[in-house]
């Protein structure tokens, strides 16, 4: 039996000892009845006898040691026991698990660290993103790769494309799940109930079920994706595979991330000596000018490079799209609210932008319903386009064959083992054993292909846990949930996830609905409160991105020479570090900020909740938004809101006409002016340098150092996006830890 080096070994002990040391301190003090201490001290002694008597583990302990962490954490979430205590118990098993493991290449160590620390600035950044202006762009995570491992022993392709892989599933996740947080802290008047549902146990209870549940909900059908030209993951394995023989976008990344850095640091420090604001401009002059503090902090420009950053990637059309839009609900503070310094959040629930909202919102459905019928061909166009084809080819030497796609005769064999796999009981068991048994040899006898069943047994144990956990035990004050809801809801999950990569893999854009129209009927039907039927389709969205994230990593793993199992490996990983770092996260940004407010108006859960409650009062015979209009008659009040639904709606069809982002307009509307301004610097960054290049498509070598330059440009402002988000996390943790101490 293999054995660990002495220093391993007493390092090892030296940990779990004084684990069991502390959590035998804490007993002593009185909590000896308590079950998180029991439990830690049984986790840290049994730790500490391992360490000493066995060697490394294997894949498979590797496996069930990692299971029983997460299982033992959202056990204690679930029943109540959660503690510092239950935090470094988990803490230990996982500290076990990668000290006694022997990873092989690209999976390693290194691999695996920096994609934890890499994931960690990543899952904030989109958080971050999410909350302060609805979009998310996981921006630069090849590149802190590429920088870190360079650093450390020299770069791999490979072992950056793990890194990704565990960074960006991680960001994937939590922000899939974010929605329910932001709109209870909004939407529920009871501040008490508020308090008791956004803390790290639910957080986690919620993005770990859809995380685990979800992760392979597309697997048995990525074959179907493959040959789509995915446009955001193939210019991202070029650069991964770029990188390597590339020295000085590292050193251009590190520009960005060090301007950043420090120009946020000072800020911070600023703010803390002063005790003034500096989060926009002119509202930060009050002390020089202080008439100033008259304007809302809202209004100006933020002080943020990662907004800055974020115009350039978002680009430059989008940007002024987006500004149209603020400029819009800013006429509504001068010629509604008189230009009054109220509150952000305020400002923002006025039903007039709601409605503008609702209807642009519509205009994107309605178009990629048309879009999609557009792509569909009916039988007399396709007898059409067979005789334009045999008509065109009838001179050539060549012969043109038109096969029917539902039934190739090559694809009979499959069709009928996939029927029999779905049908036949008796196969389903034998080949459940077989994977358990041995999941390595079951995967390699099917050529690494996944059965269907395995994604709907997946739905299966979702709906048994879901019933279980918010239907039965309802550990959580407020969220209970109906069974049937989970029954009739969680089938269309899967549809939806469906699409929604169909649309990534297509167009590189995220557009699913179908898990959204879920909560009319649950809502209208089931009549739940708001934090249940948010916290819902929550998860839901939460068992989407989950299955995108390996899908998505699948394919860059493809790419780029990793195989398959390795990127599951390291998207579980970036599910695991999801659930635990987005949680801690998402909690000390709402401890520490809030949600609603200027600092994160959280604009997509600000949509979200107006349709949930919108919805509930239509149950009620009731028509949303009236109730803020007491001085007009319902009637004319129904006119006056509708005429801005159909407003909206109009002008997003004529903005989809013309190849515009409606999406960004409805963003515009609903995220500071502050915000959208200084998104504006990035954006005339984008402009000069397309302005550049179409300037020099006349001369070849013109167009290859146009090419350079923006390349370049994109490094230092993906340093910069990191810079910033780098340098908050470390404030929020900080702060919030102050808070607590």
């Given at each position: ?103 092989k290449f690209p999976l390693t160590k290194r691999a695996m660290v920096t994609g934890i620390s890499v994931g960690v600035i990543m899952t904030f950044l989109g958080i971050y993103l999410a909350l ?80 685990f549940f979800g992760i392979i909900l597309l697997v048995p059908f990525r074959e179907s994706f493959e040959d789509d030209p995915w446009p955001q993951i193939r210019p991202q394995a070029e650069c ?241 949930l109906p069974w049937l809801l989970f029954v009739f809801g969680t089938p269309l999950a899967m549809v939806s996830a469906y699409f929604t990569a169909r649309s990534i893999s297509e167009t590189g ?233």
């Amino acid at each position: 039996m293999r054995r660990f080096r002495r220093s391993t070994r007493a390092l090892m002990a030296g940990l779990f000892g004084t684990g069991l040391f502390y959590a035998l301190l804490v007993a002593f003090q009185g909590r000896w009845s308590n079950l998180d201490v029991l439990s830690a001290i049984a986790i840290e002694a049994a730790l500490l006898v391992i360490s000493l008597v066995r060697g490394p583990i294997d894949k498979k302990g590797l496996l069930y040691i990692l299971l029983a962490a997460i299982g033992y954490f959202l056990v204690s979430a679930i029943f109540g026991f959660f503690s510092e205590i239950t935090v470094m118990a988990a803490g230990g098993l996982g500290t076990y698990t990668f000290i006694a493991s022997k990873p092989k290449f690209p999976l390693t160590k290194r691999a695996m660290v920096t994609g934890i620390s890499v994931g960690v600035i990543m899952t904030f950044l989109g958080i971050y993103l999410a909350l302060k202006i609805g979009v998310v762009y996981f921006i630069g995570a090849e590149l802190l790769g590429a920088i870190i491992l360079g650093i450390w022993g020299g770069y791999t392709p490979e072992e950056n494309t793990i890194v990704v892989a565990i960074a960006n599933s991680s960001g994937f996740i939590s922000v899939g799940v974010l929605v329910v947080f932001p709109a209870v802290a909004i939407f529920v008047e009871d501040v008490a109930l508020v308090n008791q549902l956004i803390t790290i146990p639910f957080i986690a209870v919620v993005t770990a079920m859809s995380a685990f549940f979800g992760i392979i909900l597309l697997v048995p059908f990525r074959e179907s994706f493959e040959d789509d030209p995915w446009p955001q993951i193939r210019p991202q394995a070029e650069c991964i595979i770029a990188l390597g023989s590339d020295p000085t976008s590292k050193a251009n990344v590190a520009i960005g991330i060090g301007a950043s850095a420090t120009w946020v640091a000072t800020t911070k420090v600023v703010e803390q000596v002063s005790g003034s604001s500096l989060a926009s401009i002119p509202n930060a002059l009050e002390p020089v000018i202080p008439a100033a503090g008259s304007i809302p902090d809202w209004i100006g420009v933020a002080n943020s490079p990662l907004l800055a950053g974020i115009g350039y990637f978002v680009g430059w059309k989008r940007t002024l799209v987006l500004l149209c839009g603020t400029l819009t609900t800013m006429m509504f503070w001068v010629i509604l609210e008189g230009a009054a310094p109220i509150p952000y959040s305020d400002h923002l629930h006025r039903p007039e932008i709601i409605y503008l909202v609702l209807g642009v919102f519509a205009s994107v459905i309605f178009k990629d319903i048309i879009s999609s019928r557009e792509r569909e061909m009916s039988p007399a166009e396709f007898q059409r386009l067979a005789e334009t084809l045999m008509n065109t080819n009838s001179h050539d030497d060549t012969e043109a064959q038109l096969v029917e796609r539902p039934h190739k005769a090559e694809d009979i064999p499959k069709l009928l083992r996939v029927k029999e796999e779905l049908f036949s009981i008796e196969t389903l068991r034998e080949e459940i054993l077989e994977m358990v048994r041995s999941p390595r040899e079951y995967m390699r006898s099917r050529r690494g292909k996944m059965p269907p069943w395995v994604a709907f047994t997946s739905m299966v144990l979702f709906t048994i846990t879901g019933i279980i956990v918010f239907s039965i035990l309802t550990p959580f004050a407020g969220v209970r949930l109906p069974w049937l809801l989970f029954v009739f809801g969680t089938p269309l999950a899967m549809v939806s996830a469906y699409f929604t990569a169909r649309s990534i893999s297509e167009t590189g854009m995220l557009a699913g609905y179908i898990s959204d129209i879920i909560s009319i009927p649950a809502i209208l039907f089931f009549r739940v409160s708001f934090q249940a039927i948010t916290t819902f389709m929550a998860m839901l969205g939460g068992l989407q991105d989950a299955a995108l994230a390996l899908l998505v990593h699948l394919k860059l793993g493809r790419l780029t020479g990793v195989r398959g199992r390795e990127i599951l490996k390291a998207v579980f990983i970036g599910m695991v570090l999801g659930t635990i770092a987005g949680s801690v996260i998402t909690y000390m940004l709402y401890r520490t900020y809030g949600f609603g407010g200027p600092e994160f108006p959280a604009p997509v859960a600000q949509l979200f909740g107006f349709l949930v409650t919108s919805i509930a009062v239509i149950g009620e015979f009731q028509l949303p938004g009236i109730s803020d209009l007491p001085w007009l008659h319902p009637l004319v009040a129904l006119v006056y809101l509708l005429s801005f639904g159909i407003v909206g709606a109009i002008v997003g069809l004529q903005l989809g006409k013309r190849g515009l982002s409606a999406i960004s307009l409805a963003v515009g509307l609903l995220i500071p002016p502050a915000t959208a301004v200084a998104m504006l610097f990035g954006a005339f960054i984008d402009f000069r340098m397309e302005r550049i290049r179409n300037h020099d498509l006349a001369n070849d070598e013109h167009i290859s150092m146009c090419e350079q330059r923006r390349e370049k440009q994109s490094q230092v402002l993906s340093g910069i996006v990191a810079g910033e988000a780098i340098v908050t996390v470390v404030w929020v943790m900080w702060n919030a830890l102050a808070l607590f101490a």
